[in-house]
Nanobody
Framework: VQLQASGGGLVRPGGSLRLSCAAS????????MGWFRQAPGKEREFVAA????????IYGDSVQGRFTISRDNAKITVYLQMNSLKPEDTAVYYC?????????????????WGQGTQVTVSS
């Protein structure tokens, strides 16, 4: 499985960005996908995850209410809509996936990882 993240960039505080992560390869129809982020000098942090049907989602405390995860199974793509961005959201954002019917916040649980896309929030 290959995961390709895109959509990062430079945005002003209060602005919005939408990240995309396209999956390819031999993927089960039951494939949980998630987003993590890592700022310089910090550990990788859970952002959001969505189960295969799209009906269940979970979020990290720091993004709850500002970020929305969604997926398009026809395109095997997951999205992260990020609103009300803050400077502390600056990080490299990674998408991850695993064949499963459950959700997880753990970095060690996910099997597949994308290459990351940089998000910088600055005035």
């Amino acid at each position: 499985v290959q995961l390709q993240a895109s959509g990062g960039g430079l945005v002003r505080p209060g602005g919005s960005l939408r990240l995309s992560c396209a999956a390819s390869g031999r993927i089960s129809s039951m494939y949980t996908m998630g987003w993590f982020r890592q700022a310089p000098g910090k550990e990788r942090e859970f952002v959001a995850a969505i189960e295969w049907s799209g009906r269940s989602t979970i979020y990290g405390d720091s993004v709850q209410g500002r970020f929305t995860i969604s997926r398009d199974n026809a395109k095997i793509t997951v999205y992260l809509q990020m609103n009300s961005l803050k400077p502390e959201d600056t990080a490299v954002y990674y998408c991850a996936g695993k064949t499963s019917t459950v959700l997880s916040r753990s970095t060690t649980w996910y099997r597949d990882w994308g290459q990351g896309t940089q998000v910088t929030v600055s005035s």
